[in-house]
């Protein structure tokens, strides 16, 4: 019997040769031929690389197939042979089913990348893969095992439906818990509690643990569904292994960064100790504990926040190239994005920025104090780092940029507060009839009436300027809350008025269209007038 086998493919050959094919069997691998997968029933049976007879792998290939649809369903039932071959300088393996060819494997159909190729070891593969494929084209047309695979169908996605329900359950009754106890923490201590955020946290890890065991159970179903029929078993076992690789891929990804992210941990909890190093140390400085004499109390909060923002920084930096995927093209090319993006479009903002360092280390001016700055008069509430916020007489609040109050003077009047107080000045132009000292006597005792303003230092009056109609005086006055200022001027002018009034002395100063018949002086008799002041 394998005496007439041996025969039988001998005879084949020789026709191939009868037949013309004989001149283009010659093949070397200098040939350029795409490889071509036999695949039966969704299974790979083999790859073919090698032309044979004048026929690509492709073209080998279609015509497998062919013979193998074209086989009678009784030949199902024959042995399967893999008889060897030589022909001229190829050598190879037929692979028959009873008396009807399949296709032939060639040596030159062998992986090339394989170091040693055994071509006896890749036919028993191709063997044992088309009995598979044959016991499936048998198992198709059994219709017991197409009831099981219903059954299986049907049962695996009832189970699926009640894993997905439970699972959504769960999930929002679990999320619902959580953000109710959320909240009643939030509504106890009405500010935040660390608390509240892991629950906050573990709320939406919950959302997300959710999505990720749906996802599982969609994929454990669709798996189950392909292997239950035997046409999609192959598919089943290809997105099997896909998603073992995809797994196996992640977790070594998981295990390849752990080194990286346990450096990283390490450098953020030691960059985290300095910096709660350096901020106690400046709260020393601003409680006054500790007294340096480049380093005031009123700088002290900018410091820190520059100091915390370069050791942050520093961390970073140092820890930036253990990050999982720092060295590669996507983290590159966003890092170069995001610092163009900033050097773009961050120059206004680094504008206002320095002038508010400027603005704090010049100390012009702090929180509380009241200031002028051209047309804004008030106390200021904020000093921030692109802006300052000052609280007019009108309760507005107006937002100054920095670089504004670094081009514009400013007038604070709480600056020397703790020591003389805030100075304020108002000024009165009185005729040349009226006694120079009579009208100082009288802007003092209306200051003196005025209880905004302090005794010491005492007020004092000068003339400013001895003018063609008019002498020009001026009152300054010391108190010690800047915000009343307006309200202290106001009564202050008031009191002026009423010692005049009393007095006599007239305040309107007058322009003269002619001289009057006698010279407009002051008498030394009347040089020091009694009882002039106010009552």
């Given amino acids: 019997m394998r005496a007439f086998t041996c025969c039988r493919a001998l005879l084949i050959g020789l026709g191939l040769l009868l ?15 795409a490889p071509a997968q036999l695949r039966w029933l969704q299974r790979d049976i083999a790859t073919l690389r090698a032309p044979l007879a004048g026929a690509t792998p492709q073209e080998r290939v279609d015509r497998a197939l062919e013979r193998i649809r074209a086989l009678p369903v009784a030949a199902m039932d024959d042995p399967l042979q893999a008889l060897p071959f030589v022909l001229g300088s190829q050598t190879g393996v037929q692979f028959l089913l009873g008396d009807h060819l399949l296709f032939s494997l060639l040596r030159e159909d062998l992986d090339p990348e394989l170091r040693d190729p055994d071509l006896q070891a890749q036919a028993d593969l191709v ?150 190093l350096f901020s106690y140390f400046f709260d020393a400085v601003q409680a006054g504990r500790v007294q340096l004499p480049f380093l005031h109390p009123e700088t002290t909060s900018a410091t820190r926040r520059i100091v915390a923002a370069l050791v942050w920084v520093l961390g970073i930096g140092i820890a930036y190239p253990y990050l999982p995927g720092a060295g590669t093209q996507a983290f590159q090319g966003l890092s170069v994005m995001v610092g163009l993006m900033v050097t773009l479009g961050a120059t206004g903002i680094v504008t206002q920025a320095m002038s508010g360092l400027l603005l704090i280390y010049a100390r012009a001016l702090r929180r509380g104090d009241f200031v002028s700055v051209g047309q804004v008069e008030g106390v200021v509430t904020e000093v921030g780092p692109l802006a300052t916020k000052v609280l ?59 209880p905004q303003f302090r005794a010491e230092p005492a007020p004092r009056v000068f003339q400013r300027a001895l003018s063609d109609f008019y002498v020009e005086y001026e009152l300054i006055v010391s108190m010690d809350r800047p915000i009343e200022r307006v309200a202290a001027l106001s009564t202050l002018h008031a009191n002026i008025q009423d010692a005049f009034n009393r007095a006599g002395v007239q305040i309107m100063s007058p322009h003269y269209l002619g001289d009057p018949p006698q010279p407009v002086v002051v008498p030394p008799e009347r040089w020091h007038p009694v009882g002039s002041g106010p009552a």
Avoid: C
Avoid at 216 to 234: C, D, H, K, N, R
Avoid at 411 to 431: C, E, M, W, Y
């Fill in 392 to 450: 007019n007489l009108r309760n507005e609040e107006i937002t100054v940029p920095n670089a504004v109050l670094i081009a514009s003077p400013i007038h604070n009047f709480s600056k020397l507060a703790d020591t003389q107080g805030t100075l304020v000045s108002t000024q009165v132009t009185i005729g040349y009839d009226a006694p120079w000292r009579q009208v100082h006597e009288l802007l003092t005792e209306a200051a003196r009436a005025t």
């Fill in 127 to 276: 063997r044992t893969r088309l009995e598979l494929a044959r016991r499936a084209w048998h198992e198709q047309r059994d219709l017991q095992v197409w009831w099981l695979a219903l059954a299986k169908l049907l049962g695996g996605t009832a189970l699926a439906w009640l894993l997905v329900r439970g699972v959504s359950g769960g999930s929002r009754r679990l999320g619902l818990w959580l953000e109710y106890r959320r909240r009643h923490r939030a509504s106890e201590t009405g500010r935040i509690d660390w608390r509240e955020l892991l629950d906050r946290l573990a709320s939406r890890l919950t959302g997300l643990v959710h999505v990720l065991l749906l996802l599982l159970i969609g994929v454990v179903w669709v798996e189950w569904v392909l292997a239950a029929f035997p046409l999609t078993q192959p598919v089943a076992e290809r997105w099997h292994q896909w998603l073992v690789e995809q797994l196996t891929w992640v977790l070594h990804g998981i295990g390849q960064g752990l080194p990286g992210l346990l450096t990283v941990l390490i450098v953020m909890l030691v960059t985290r100790a300095v910096a709660d």
């Fill in 19 to 33: 037949l013309g094919w004989g001149p283009q069997l010659a093949w070397s691998r200098s040939d350029v031929a």
